[in-house]
């Protein structure tokens, strides 16, 4: 699993695909005008579906591999700035994504996204 990822400057739009094997992707609304701000949107992508998915400026992102070895390619428009990264916890109660965790056996997250905050948390430091 890969947190929800944003950034808090230079926000990024996202494009990606499936190489090999499937993933269910997550965009989360975090832009504050919004009227789905705070809300999520989840997508199955499979190596042979030929689906893309665009993720614009403003939104957390996040992953779930579905089956071993799994490949994705994702282009970022803007630069990486590093600092004004950040992280949502995936599991945060109040966001409620409903993760497709039927058949797995482990979850397996970096330290990183193990301490990423909560959506309460995001709103109280950013908007």
Not at 29 to 39: A, E, I
Not at 46 to 53: A, T
Request: aromatic share 12%; hydrophobic share 30%.
């Amino acid at each position: 699993i890969r947190g929800l990822h944003f950034q808090t400057g230079e926000s990024q739009a996202k494009l990606l695909h499936v190489i090999k094997g499937a993933i269910y992707d997550v965009a989360v609304d975090l832009r504050r005008d919004s009227s789905t701000f705070g809300k999520w949107h989840g997508e199955t992508l499979r190596e042979n579906d030929h689906k893309g998915l665009y993720i614009p400026e403003g939104f957390a992102h996040g992953f779930l591999a579905l089956e071993d070895n799994t490949i994705f390619s994702y282009q970022c428009s803007g630069r990486y700035i590093p600092e004004q990264c950040g992280g949502i916890y995936y599991k945060d109660t109040q966001l409620n994504i409903q993760w497709p965790m039927e058949g797995i056996d482990r979850e397996i997250l970096s330290e990183k996204d193990q301490h990423a905050m909560s959506f309460e948390e995001y709103c109280k430091r950013y908007l």
